[in-house]
């Protein structure tokens, strides 16, 4: 059975607040580590996620957008927070506050990614479950996905104009 065919349960899974979550991934976003925490939260052994996409975890109801500024901005060699909703093995989901840096050789080259992620602030969930929702809709609403996604990355651009604060300083006005 594919991953894709794993429904989601509504079920949310939560970890201890003194519990990190933490990856590393190559440049092509495939894991090359996820320490127990990760394991046992998102439902996969060591072995399940070695070499793995990263979008392993990848809840459907997470807009495409939200991970093209995460990309680019890592592709900036810059660092990113963001609340992310991930999917289970088994289908369950569960919230977490990522903080996704480039990790460098001592030449200075990125060679990876490392990811650290933390419980929530719920009330900051709160706030984007319908931000992330006004942008799924934005992207479903296009026959072409990535003009959709495309679209919803827009939106975040604009939003953000017209607070005049970068994606960061949004996240942590939440």
């Given at each position: 059975?594919?991953?894709?065919?794993?429904?989601?349960?509504?079920?949310?899974?939560?970890?201890?607040?003194?519990?990190?979550?933490?990856?590393?991934?190559?440049?092509?976003?495939?894991?090359?580590?996820a320490?127990?925490?990760?394991?046992?939260?998102?439902?996969?052994?060591?072995?399940?996620?070695?070499?793995?996409?990263?979008?392993?975890?990848?809840?459907?109801?997470?807009?495409?957008?939200?991970?093209?500024?995460?990309?680019?901005?890592?592709?900036?060699?810059?660092?990113?927070?963001?609340?992310?909703?991930?999917?289970?093995?088994?289908?369950?989901?569960?919230?977490?506050?990522?903080?996704?840096?480039?990790?460098?050789?001592?030449?200075?080259?990125?060679?990876?990614?490392?990811?650290?992620?933390?419980?929530?602030?719920?009330?900051?969930?709160?706030k984007?479950?319908?931000?992330?929702?006004?942008?799924?809709?934005?992207?479903?609403?296009?026959?072409d996905?990535?003009?959709?996604?495309?679209?919803?990355?827009?939106?975040?651009?604009?939003?953000l104009?017209?607070?005049?604060i970068?994606?960061?300083?949004f996240?942590?006005?939440?």
């Open positions: 059975m594919s991953r894709r065919d794993v429904s989601l349960t509504g079920v949310e899974r939560f970890f201890d607040e003194n519990e990190v979550i933490v990856s590393k991934t190559d440049l092509r976003g495939r894991i090359t580590y320490n127990r925490v990760f394991q046992r939260v998102a439902g996969y052994t060591e072995t399940d996620l070695m070499g793995a996409p990263h979008s392993i975890v990848r809840h459907p109801d997470m807009p495409r957008c939200v991970f093209k500024l995460l990309w680019d901005t890592l592709a900036a060699g810059q660092e990113i927070f963001a609340y992310v909703l991930n999917r289970a093995r088994n289908g369950d989901h569960y919230w977490v506050f990522a903080h996704v840096t480039p990790s460098y050789d001592a030449a200075g080259n990125v060679v990876g990614y490392h990811s650290s992620r933390r419980v929530p602030d719920r009330a900051a969930v709160d984007v479950i319908p931000l992330y929702r006004t942008l799924l809709d934005i992207e479903n609403s296009h026959s996905r990535k003009k959709g996604m495309e679209a919803a990355f827009a939106t975040v651009v604009g939003l104009q017209e607070k005049g970068g994606y960061d300083e996240v942590f006005s939440l």
